[in-house]
């Protein structure tokens, strides 16, 4: 299909004004309209037109434009604010960023998730003929089947919360019961748009859990957020104490979001091998065993500069646990996780940059899985999501996206070494370009908005 040049920018302007003019009734005082929703949107075309080429492409870059201009946007109306000391200075972005908590959610609801998924969809239009067709059953079933298992871990502080009634409330009912059918019902029904929008994004187990981090977070802001109270008859709060109020909620988005993805991927990539993807010809270089184990070693041997490096950070917070042998459980620990970055991010990272991102993007889960979550759990206790938790733990964030990023180039360099005989016979040449990510991806888009609004959100609302 034919596509005008200009039609991407009245596309992108239109549903720009129509953005801003909402953005400016939902937030008063807020710097939008449609002037300036319609110049934001034009400016989006501009950059991502080319990039756009499906609405969960679209989707994606769109996200993370609307986080950047926020940023900017707060960084320009910040900088009187933190004049003067240091302290004072740091104290006063961080007051002034969550003034502006508002303008982060119309800016994403509002601004960039329609403006990508518009753009996304006309890219997808537009390239019809090009590339893999999206596989429909797949994506549902496999969707389905994701968000289920996402949505029962999600579902455990739900009920921990007492939320089941006030879901149930979307139906107009107060039984529990009731409510975790509805949850389990949406859980489904995002589990599949996961699959609709990003089937061709996913590309492994690491890649998997990355969408599926910014998607949860991406609903945060959608459902509790903006949906639920506009559903319910109530108004709007995007206050940052009303996202402090439910930052629960958002870890439980982010875990739903880590075991859709994750699990979308690995049983996505089961259907391709069983159904699609049989080749006999085309035989691997080695063993899938053989590479598992591989991958498991180098990434138990990876770990240990970043474990040492959590540790170190860890012991200068004082968040190092006061007992005999706590320093080499973590060091076990951290081999434990090392060996799970080799089996998630194998053939993910094919250059530095991108080794350092999906190691921050790692760490970043880490840190929500394991001391926010499962250390609790293990240490007898139950996990507590609330600011006063991850206030706590914002020093041990730093130390996991040390330990992501370390333990991601140590891991490249060893799978760079041993992949150097493999590439001189061009059939596995060729292979190992098919499993790179091409340029022009939203790879990047999504490692600033999951890794923007991941490390930030904590802040804001702790």
Known sequence: MKIAPALPFLIAAAVGAAGGALAARAVP?????????????????????RRATSPGAGLTWGLAFAFLLWLVALAGGSDRAGAGLAPSGSMAMLDAARARFPELVAALVLLGAPLGLALGTLGALSRRAEGPRLAWARALVVGGLAGIAGGVAFGRWMAQAGFFPLVAGLVGSTSIAVGMTVHLVIAVVIGMSLGVLF????RGFGSGMGWGLGYGILWWFVG????????LGRPLDWS???????????????????LAGLLYAAVDRLWVGLFTGSDPIRREP????LNLLRAVR???????????????????????????GAFGESLAVSALLGAAYGLLFRDEAPDRGSAIAWGLVYGLVRWYLDPLTLAPILAGGTFSWTPAAASALLPALVGHLG??????????ALERRHAGWLLLDPRFAARAARRRRPSGT???ALWVFALGTGVLLPILLG
Do not use: K, N
């Open 29 to 49: 005082g807020m710097p939008a309209g449609p002037v300036a929703g319609a110049a934001a949107g034009a400016a989006f075309a501009a950059l991502a037109r």
């Open 199 to 202: 089937q061709r994004d996913l």
């Open 224 to 231: 509790p957020l903006t949906v639920m109270p506009l559903w």
């Open 240 to 258: 940052w104490q009303r996202g402090a109020a439910l930052f629960g909620s958002l870890v439980g988005h982010v875990v739903y979001g880590l």
């Open 286 to 289: 080695e063993g899938p065993g």
């Open 298 to 324: 180098w990434g138990a041997g990876a770990s240990v500069a970043g474990g040492l490096l959590l540790d170190a950070a860890l012991v200068a917070a004082g968040a190092m646990p006061a007992r005999p």
């Open 403 to 412: 330990f992501g990023v370390v333990t991601a180039e140590a891991f490249l």
């Open 442 to 444: 939203p790879a990047p």
